[in-house]
């Protein structure tokens, strides 16, 4: 091909993907499969790097982000981005409505759109080309972070050349973060012994001041536009002018109503108050503007608000209950939670006990007393939460909470490093919690399956039977016997289970020993990079780092676990005991060896005929080019389904029309046909 048939070859796949993307994270109406989408991905990325000549930083390919840290610059936005002014009372709605009458003779209409909580974004388009994408900053000045910006699918990088669209604008929305990724990515976290994010606001906000550009990218972020800003508006109505904003490829929202009075704007308050929670995404009120673009520019602007819309914020549900307590709780990697113990109170249709302080900040930040009256929020959050104190309640002579200094457990002086919120005990070899839950972690499915749980690890710990994972490999039956609710059977089983294990392939023994940051992706990286414990023992911090997906502090984790001699001798231990410490690269490689479920996304559940089995049948998956989900939804293409397979997963399967298939009718589908 000559250059100028490449050239169009690379625009006409960038054009097809660019509308594949719309369809997709916008319209929610996918029109090809995901093996026919990554194709042409591929096809775009392979003419991209044999002819970087026609590079384009809004090409598809570029919202995987980059793994280099990025420094945000200062922006002065062309138009400042002013707060809304806003309310809590029906009565300062309708003196916003009769104020606006008193301005006006002139007939007018209200649009009501929902008020996402999230974090404000403002995107300038050249000639349908997104080329900036900055914060709000104080209104004035904002963060340039269009490189995180370009990794949110659903914000189009170049606008459908179908349509007519300005040549220079600036439009503005919300970025956020829905609850589905909120509870993934907490799950990641807790695969890896870090405390859960509190809310998706500050999950979202935190995302996008990160930065890797890639690892924005794996947040799952959302972004819902809602104002076109420019020099001379395309139509008067603004609610016609998000219309066509919608035409041009941006995603606005779907519960956008017009008012003709007050009294419809209160009816879409009342309605809205009552089925938020049923959205898959926070919203904190409603926000109401008059629609005519021309009345607004009469009425103004006052010193830091349009005196044209107003936002009404829904009143979080709280309750009072006094403090009774302050727990310290001990994770598996040492991480420190403070949790408050309360006087039980009914909130949003529970009984509350307990809630999360978070941390020593957050504690100073409420000036926090013992026998305080505290109040406490449930709605959006992870847990309840406690908001604020009641100081008229506090009792004279309380005294201040101080955030312990000394693991509660073991006692060794607590650590908190530069840049992290949280406090961690170090002691993680002879620390209790932290001994205990590095063992359960160590039995899990993921790790190394071994069938027991949480009450047998702790059982164990109590009888001075186990201290560290390598123990379980020394447990005979007749030990296991004697323990309370053991029989002959169950001790028999346990054993062979643990002896079985040693069969677990080497990412998953990396997985399973716990290191701290190192999740179950980072120890597939790691063994598929170093091939053998020894080598990934004898490398640099420098030479972990150079890992896909292993960041700096993950690095000096990695490297710093295998400078402790105690690890070293668990692990000659776990050696001799028969468990996977090499591998070679074609068993780690991410690269399938067909391509027979290629596009497929395949989940595994349930019990199959021995313990290694479902992991047997997930490597199978990848190995034929598919990809593993450990949720279904509506991008389930199947699932593989064993004796007593996840009840909510089965459910929502059924629920969505996924197929649901025997390991018989799995391997069919990978098998040679006779």
Not at 76 to 105: C, V, W
Not at 146 to 151: G, L, M, Q
Not at 297 to 317: C, D, H, M, V
Not at 493 to 501: A, C, D, I, Q, T
Request: glycine share 6%; aromatic share 8%.
């Amino acid at each position: 091909m000559t250059n100028q048939e490449i050239q169009s070859k690379i625009l006409q796949l960038r054009e097809f993907l660019n509308s594949c993307n719309y369809k997709y994270y916008v319209l929610a109406q996918p029109d090809i499969s995901d093996y026919e989408y990554d194709i042409k991905m591929a096809e775009l990325q392979k003419l991209e790097t044999d002819y970087p000549e026609f590079d384009d930083p809004n090409s598809p390919t570029k919202r995987v982000g980059d793994d280099t840290n990025i420094e945000f610059v200062q922006v002065q936005h062309k138009y400042p981005m002013l707060s809304l002014g806003n309310t809590y009372s029906e009565a300062d709605l309708r003196e916003f409505d009769a104020r606006i009458r008193r301005l006006t003779d002139k007939p007018f209409t209200y649009d009501c759109e929902l008020k996402f909580d999230g974090t404000s974004i403002s995107l300038t388009y050249d000639h349908g080309q997104l080329i900036r994408a900055v914060t709000r900053g104080d209104g004035v000045h904002g963060d340039d972070v269009t490189a995180n910006v370009r990794t949110i699918k659903s914000i189009p990088l170049t606008l459908n050349n179908t349509t007519q669209y300005p040549d220079f604008f600036e439009i503005r929305g919300e970025i956020l973060m829905p609850h589905a990724s909120l509870q993934r990515l907490n799950a990641e976290r807790e695969e890896i012994g870090e405390p859960p994010l509190a809310n998706c606001r500050n999950a979202a906000a935190g995302a996008l001041k990160t930065q890797n550009s890639a690892a924005v990218a794996k947040r799952g972020l959302d972004c819902y536009l809602y104002y076109l800003m420019m020099d001379s508006q395309p139509t008067d109505s603004h609610f016609e002018n998000m219309q066509l904003a919608k035409s041009w490829g941006f995603k606005t929202s779907e519960h956008v109503k017009k008012a003709s009075d007050i009294s419809q704007v209160l009816d879409y308050i009342a309605y809205w108050d009552r089925e938020r929670e049923n959205l898959p995404y926070d919203i904190d009120g409603i926000v109401i503007k008059i629609d005519s673009i021309s009345l607004r520019e009469q009425l103004g602007f006052t010193a830091k608000t349009p005196r044209w819309a107003i936002a009404y914020k829904f009143k979080a549900e709280e309750a009072a209950s006094p403090l009774i307590s302050i727990d310290y709780q001990v994770g598996r990697t040492g991480v420190i939670t403070p949790v408050a113990n309360l006087e039980p109170v009914h909130l949003a249709g529970t009984t509350v006990r307990r809630a999360t302080l978070h941390n020593a900040d957050i504690i100073k930040s409420l000036d926090l007393h013992y026998g305080d009256t505290v109040f406490i929020e449930k709605g959006g959050e992870v847990i309840p939460k406690i908001t604020r104190v009641d100081i008229s309640k506090r009792k004279p002579g309380a005294l201040p909470v101080k955030y312990i200094e000394n693991c509660p457990v073991c006692g060794a002086p607590l650590v908190r490093n530069e840049g992290e919120a949280g406090s961690y005990c170090p002691n993680y070899q002879h620390c209790p919690p932290q001994i205990t839950g590095k063992i359960i972690h160590f039995v899990t499915r993921k790790a190394m399956d071994i069938n027991c749980g949480e009450a047998t690890i702790e059982l164990l710990y109590k009888q001075g039977l186990i201290h560290s994972p390598a123990d379980l490999y020394d447990l005979t039956a007749p030990q296991m016997a004697r323990l309370e609710r053991f029989a002959e059977k169950s001790a028999k089983n346990f054993v062979e289970s643990v002896r079985n294990s040693v069969n677990v392939p080497f990412p998953r023994v990396l997985y399973a020993l716990g290191i701290r940051h190192v999740g179950e992706q980072a120890a597939k990286n790691l063994a598929k990079h170093f091939h053998s414990i020894e080598n990934l023992r004898n490398a640099s911090i420098e030479q972990i780092a150079e890992v896909n997906d292993i960041g700096e502090i993950m690095a000096e984790s990695v490297y710093q676990w295998f400078r402790n001699e105690e690890n070293i001798e668990m692990l000659a231990r776990l050696e001799k005991a028969g468990l996977q410490f090499h591998t070679d690269e074609t068993e780690v490689s991410s690269a399938p060896t067909s391509e027979k479920l290629a596009g497929l996304n395949i989940i595994v559940t349930g019990s199959f005929a021995t313990p290694q089995r479902r992991a047997e049948l997930e490597q199978m998956v990848e190995q034929n080019g598919g990809k593993l989900q450990s949720g279904v939804n509506a991008k389930t293409n199947f699932v593989v389904a064993g004796d007593k397979p996840g009840a909510s997963k089965i459910a929502k399967a059924e629920k969505l029309g996924t197929k649901i298939i025997s390991e018989t009718e799995f391997l069919a589908m990978i098998e040679p046909q006779a």
